[in-house]
């Protein structure tokens, strides 16, 4: 069992469990890290579709940032 780490918000250093899975493949920090640097402008109450949500990292780094709903 892996894990990955929400990396900003409310649940900045959270850590999450993901499964060791062929094919699946968490989006790494620093991906994350530069699509919510885009997004931040607009987060804050948006709904979100994390739509190959593997770990649901994505989502839930989304409402940690300040979504309504992922």
Known sequence: MGEVRVIGGSLK????P???RPGLRPTPDRVRETV?????PVIEGARVLD???GSGVLGIEA???GAAHA
């Open 13 to 16: 250093r959270s850590k999450l």
């Open 18 to 20: 993901v499964p060791d």
């Open 36 to 40: 919510f640097n885009w997004l931040a």
């Open 51 to 53: 739509l190959c949500a």
């Open 63 to 65: 409402v940690s940032r």
